[in-house]
């Protein structure tokens, strides 16, 4: 076997299309003819156009002796991570190894890219990637709780490619105990300004790659809510008083029902109370249409952490620097509707 790795074809594009759909849609829920065609459209054009810590897909081609073995696709993410999926070997070339050939065409491509790691998922049940992807040097990270469809939980494993410095940890703002006024609203244009630098100046801290466009696609996402995953679309919470904004969540609908609540993020000016009304709006907004809502939340912020866990949130996993250098992220899910 001597497996060549290259960019898709346009001509080779419906048949990744079909496989996609056929094998994805056999283990998940809501997968339709857009999944593919979103992961079409994003490696055409060389960047995702709905992508928010998504940068780019690339759809790569394994070949043996010039014959198609199967597909592989990577998904670059700001701040330096890569998420391996999904991986289609085609039928009649299963079982022979190619589908770590095509995990190690991408592994050695994006390290010598300069990406600092790969991650992957898949359905609990499937035991048998579990023992691959362990084979392959990934480690466990996460054990989410019916992530994608109800009653089916979700295993993250994630590989380190390299150790950059990182550089100073942010230490957590922490809240402020007095009594403020302040009121919850979605995101409105005289809002933006202050947004704006709500993300630039506290986000940075702790993610990578935050600039002023990815502010701007926050934004226009919100135009977009009504075709929910398909186009990641997004509602913007912000917290704010008379003078400034104290804080802000932006929560993007997935396939299967869940909520990221991706950043939670608060300054200095921030209050608990802030916190659980900012939730207990998010809650109302979504209880009678999705089932779950989850934060990936940096490990550092450990006053939130405990304030979430308070609200019901649970652990549910331990993300190595997804983001960012030197900064872990944990995972927290909470049921909203028909979970456990």
């Not at 960019?7 to 829920?29: C, M, N, V």
């Not at 809501?30 to 992508?51: L, Q, T």
């Not at 390299?162 to 244009?189: A, Y």
């Not at 300004?193 to 600039?211: A, K």
């Amino acid at each position: 076997m001597e497996v060549t790795f290259r960019e898709i074809q346009e001509s080779e594009i419906p048949e990744f299309k079909q496989l996609a759909k056929d094998e994805i849609g056999k283990h998940y829920a809501d997968i339709d003819d857009s999944f593919a065609e979103n992961i079409s459209r994003a490696h055409r054009r060389d960047r995702d156009p709905y992508g928010y810590f998504t940068k780019t897909k690339t759809i790569w081609v394994g070949e043996d002796g010039g014959e198609t073995v199967g597909y592989i696709v990577g998904t670059e993410k700001r701040g330096g991570c890569v998420k391996i999926s999904p991986i289609l070997v085609k039928e009649p070339c299963r079982q022979q190894g190619y589908g770590t050939a095509l995990w190690n065409k991408a592994e050695s491509h994006y390290r010598d890219e300069g990406h600092r790691k790969l991650y992957t998922h898949a359905p609990l049940y499937r035991d048998e990637l579990y023992k691959w992807f362990s084979d392959l040097g990934a480690h466990l990270e996460a054990i989410l709780r019916e992530q994608y469809d109800t009653g089916q939980d979700e295993f993250i494993m994630g590989k380190m490619l390299d150790n950059p410095e990182q550089g100073n940890i942010p230490v957590e703002n922490g809240f402020m105990t007095t009594d403020i006024d302040f009121e919850v609203s979605e995101l409105i244009p005289d809002y933006e300004s202050g947004f704006r630098s709500l993300i630039l100046g506290e986000m940075t801290r702790w993610y990578g790659e935050i600039d002023d466009e990815f502010v701007t696609g926050i934004i226009d996402a919100q135009e977009r809510i009504d075709e929910g995953y398909r186009k990641k679309g997004k509602v913007v919470y912000i917290v704010a008083t008379d003078e400034e904004i104290c804080g802000c969540c932006v929560a993007t609908p997935k396939r299967g029902g869940s909520v990221k609540l991706v950043p939670l993020l608060f300054g200095n000016n921030g209050t608990a109370e802030m916190v659980k009304e900012l939730l207990q709006r998010i809650y109302e907004d979504f209880k009678e249409t999705h089932r779950k809502l989850y934060i990936m939340l940096p490990h550092l912020q450990t006053e939130l952490l405990k304030l979430l866990r308070g609200e019901g949130f649970q652990v549910e996993g331990f993300l190595r620097e997804p983001y960012k250098p030197g900064i872990d992220n944990i995972f927290l899910g909470k049921f909203i509707k028909e979970g456990r």
